[in-house]
């Protein structure tokens, strides 16, 4: 019989965003169980998350140093198998290196830690650890975002000259945070996001699609970093020049002040043969443009697509899958690499593709490069 | 400390397309967990499908009626609450039936059942039992379609003078049933699916759409019913002008031969003020329009939305919620309404907002006069 | 050297809108002048109008049966060479069968006629003198048409199967007419319509795209006529079933009071091997759609298009062409026709693809039965 | 009686793209007439141009020195009043100058000129004879384009922050050059083109659509200018962060190896209260975004727009006017304050909406700077 891994959640109580997202990714494939938690630093909110959530009061901890000890004390078979972790940034490097100290496998939010100093650590933890560490970028769980790194691997663009990739939007376009917004107040608070807003929040994601999908490195940038609500702390709105390992050029600009945009991460990529395009908003279409033919649509579950767009796509063309379905397939081909773990088997191919410490690293680099560039009067910084 | 609700389900089997998606629906909210199951009318087959979702081999049953007896029997504490039915449509009511004669609510594929005598004994087994049923015309789980039904009741179209539904598919273009494809062999077998094939299959969503979001019931039509597939046995597409009790006119078009396209279910309605449009393959986004105004683009999330979209809508705008989305916001309604009463409280009106045995009544009622109309030289057949 | 067609005009005096596009539309090319004209039965308001356009007040009449009489006698370099009849549909018969009596080709608006009869008798006089004559269905004019004709004629998509097309505007939602608005006096009014409202104003125009698209004809229809604003006297929406000679099913509509919609007219088509899908709103995109491939976006000037696509494409790919082009493409053709015969060649085969008195016949057919059906109780009327 | 305004065009031979485009945009609305040319430097290609453009063969020159010097010596009624220039750019400035200097207006091809300097000087010569001087930045002419002008030159969208104005092409993605390709050749010789390729091409295009929808000047820029095609002399591709007079940033590219793109002249705008987006190739709608609001789809012809939208619109809502109107809608306005001088009465404000001397200059300094930039290792260039 085929048991339920089980997961223990730090962070994500009551009135957070992500965490519910977590929850529910994590429950989408049924592979995944949540046993236990301490979802806020508060233990009685940690308490009255639990309760809400169904777990037995003795599996919810006042602290994740708690959640820590007493489950690696529980049988094997009822202990937890994972921890999510899923707080604000200045609270990911701590309970992730307890836990990989103590034996449990890590799925963390992004960005990866505070400050590149923590992330250094955590990749050393897990390299010493020999545990499995995944991170959230969830974009890169997508279907026809695979099929796009698929594409231009497999040569079908040719050489990549020109790669745009955008993440506009519009939520932080008032000073937000002065009204008691959760969500806001820790985002614009270098005490707890670290030293870029904007550029941490959502240009690492659209760093790291750029580098996903084309399997390119960004080796030079040059930025210009904005604030442009009064009162604000930290960056709201950056634009990047880069350059490409391969020569390439690219352009990245992520905004919270584009006023009126939702989430619209987007990417288009150019190479000698054709380009591409894709929308995280209309996620399961895939432009591709070619020289003098005309386009192609190509769409989740239509046709003959690569296995890697296959093995993240639950239900037939037409039928949209979203957010949680990509965020999901982080989680399930994480969970996949575990049970291979556990029974002593080589994971699947398919299932090691998600995001690592390595990616996360690469963003703590991103974030300290572009916030640099942006306080440079030196064009290009290198990465 | 809240528990989740105890699930049984009835068919479902490893192949099927339809039980995986009620398993992720039902899951996906984190209130209901699948205790048990009859998997398939073959014990062998069953208990694979069960030891495949991790189910302990005695909750794991040969056949319905085998399940309804022994859970029955089990403690209240650990019986299953409600069993979904997602067999194809030959095999609704009896399972139906005897699930709710034996105290269990019921949360059924569409359409109701296999022919409209069915459907009147189903309907009474609701009445006399008292019981709970759900029917899972998913598409009016989407937070947009919810936003247009509520601008219409509120009058801000206007009366409303024009309706056109249409749900073209084009998978069975060929003769795919010939294949030994699964899903293809039963919807085309009169022996299981019924008088209908594309119009039970799909005709009825788009019926159910149509009378659920403009509040208006058709009271004539007229149909051109084909079947285009040589040696196909049922319809594969059909053509049908309608009118509504309030004196509107409209089309309704569904297809399975419709070459290319994948899952394209879509609506607009026009009133004496406005009009508007909604998709469901980009279900987050809903057109509305108006004499010599700039259009508008509601979207999910975005603005203030009537409570009966925001009830549905799970993340931030801009993160597209989908498929699965919208058929768990039905189990996650039908749930809740379980659990009021349980708990012995009215259900919050906002949950009881799911389609009952009444909408399956209708939808079996639309598929006898519809292929009726088809069979007909009488212009106009009353519904 | 090469001289402009020199052109008289019959109707289109200032305020008229179609007699603007007719004017810009034989301008465009650069092949066709306007000489003269009767702007208007009153003949204050033609020569107003003549002036206006910069004509000499010798070269504007009072009637049309002047402007024919005066222009005969003059020397055959400067005497009109054909005419352009943009009057309401009651006024295009006389002044058509006049100028072919008296040797000038004529192009008119469409449809045809006021009746049928008139259609026939027209039909006669164009066969009669062996004249040009060319009817303005517009629409057949766009890039993206012609490329989806040639598609279909050379079998890409298989035997056709289905045909939808669709005209919803909504700008005739109130009772306009009653305001005093020029344009929606005379189309809702028995005496200069004729029969007829939306269906003969935008039905005949969709029955024509269908026809030409496909190449097949409507041999029975079923139709749903209504007149939704009080007062009004004329039909302002229509829903039509139509059957094909091939056996492929159809449904058109055409409406008026669709609340919001410009002048959206479109057509999709499917066939055993692929659909295609076209907007007239943005004309130069052509939605090829494949069983189980990717969808291909054809565009205007992109790629190996067929002959009869790119003859009517004036400028590279990405510089939109639009109505006004589509539109000159007509009046281009029907000239290079004229120049031919002057020259005493044989016309180039693609500049023969314009709309001529048989399509309007064809045009006054399909208003007279959908009319006809309508009013019947028969399901079905022969066309 | 009105007469139309009489032309004189310099360049736009036979095999001419943009000449072409010319005539048809001054034909267009019915107020010029093409009267006279040199359209080619070798007098016999001239010649066979404007037979074939039905001119008299004494109205076709063989230089445009001898069109001016011999149209000077005609009756005023009968000699041509304005030129139109459009060679390719480092035979803009000759031209222009003596057409200036015998007192003809010009409009003329973008950009400006060969180099700044020709620029400066152009400039001088126009307001020393004080004549009329359009520039063809045609894109300026689309009704949705002016829309968005006014409304942000009322304050509808508050401060504007962030500005995103792209200009993607792909036709140079291949050494095009090298096959003998018209168009592609002088536009990569820097004999024919001056010091950009694509950035003087179409950045000036971009560059000029930014400021004139925004009313804000560039003040700094930094840029990163790409050759990707092996052999290409001049910029194919480039990357430029901009710095608004108000303190917005923006982003800037343009490319000629954009492979699939055809002509994606696009731009967002976003303020304080909302933001704007539109794209050349489906110009007739404007999205306006706001903050937690449904977003609008403002469109030509659709609801009350601004009078500078309005006076460019010819035909009803969803009828759509494409590139050449917007080009023409240059020419109509340029002839219209021609026409006002000639009667000795001020011009319509709303005529006075086109691109002149100073915006051409403006291009030119963008060119210079944005190239310099390329070159720099500073990071921020004044312009």
């Given amino acids: 019989m085929k048991q339920k891994l089980r997961m223990g959640m730090i962070g994500g109580g009551i009135g957070a965003f992500i965490g519910g997202v977590h929850r529910i990714a994590a429950a989408l ?28 009061a003795d599996r919810v901890y006042g602290s994740f140093e708690e959640m820590v000890d007493i489950e690696n ?13 899923v707080t604000p940034n200045h609270m990911h490097a701590a309970p992730a290196k307890l836990a990989l100290q103590n034996g449990f496998h890590v ?35 997508y279907p026809m975002v695979k099929q796009a790194r698929q594409m231009i691997r497999h040569g079908e663009l040719g050489e990549i000259r020109k790669i745009v990739v955008e993440y506009p939007q519009g939520w932080l376009s008032t000073n937000l945070e002065s009204t008691g917004q959760k969500q806001a107040a820790w985002r614009t608070d270098p005490q707890r996001s670290g030293i870029a807003g904007a550029m941490g ?7 790291n699609l750029a580098e996903y999908i084309t399997g390119l490195k960004i080796t030079e940038l040059c930025a210009d970093i904005s604030t442009f609500v009064p009162g604000r702390l930290l960056d709201d709105d950056g634009n990047v020049l880069l350059r490409f390992e391969n020569g390439a050029k690219g352009i990245l600009h992520a905004s919270q002040i584009s006023a009126g945009e939702e989430n619209n991460l987007n990417i ?3 190479g000698e043969k ?15 443009k070619w020289l003098d033919k005309p ?45 291979a773990r556990q029974e002593d088997r080589p994971p699947d191919p398919l299932d090691l593709d ?29 990465i």
Same sequence: chains 1, 2, 3, 4.
């Avoid at 054709?274 to 432009?287: R, S």
């Avoid at 690569?306 to 399930?332: D, K, S, V």
């Fill in 29 to 56: 494939d049924g592979e995944i169980e949540l046993v236990c938690g301490a979802f806020s630093s508060d233990p009685e909110k940690s308490a009255a998350s639990g309760a809400d959530l169904g777990l037995p």
């Fill in 73 to 85: 004390k529980r049988a094997p078979e009822q202990r937890m198998q994972f921890v999510s972790i």
């Fill in 107 to 141: 799925i963390c939010d992004k960005p990866l830690a505070f400050n590149l100093d923590e992330a250094l650590e955590l990749e050393k933890a897990v390299q010493q650890t020999g545990l499995l560490f995944a991170l959230t970028h969830n974009y890169t769980g």
């Fill in 201 to 207: 929040d959502i240009g690492t994601h659209a760093e």
């Fill in 268 to 270: 288009r990529v150019y």
């Fill in 274 to 288: 054709g380009g591409l395009e894709w929308h995280q908003m209309e996620p399961n279409t895939l432009l591709v």
């Fill in 295 to 339: 386009s192609q649509v190509y769409r989740t579950g239509v046709g003959t697509l690569y296995p890697e767009a296959q093995a993240c796509t639950r239900i037939p063309a037409g039928h949209p899958e979203g957010y949680l379905e990509a965020f999901a397939t982080i989680y399930r081909n994480f969970a996949r690499c575990i049970r």
């Fill in 354 to 382: 998600f995001p690592t410490v390595s990616d996360g690293l690469r963003g703590m680099q991103f974030i300290e490069r572009v916030i640099a560039s942006g306080n440079s009067t030196e064009k290009w910084l290198s």
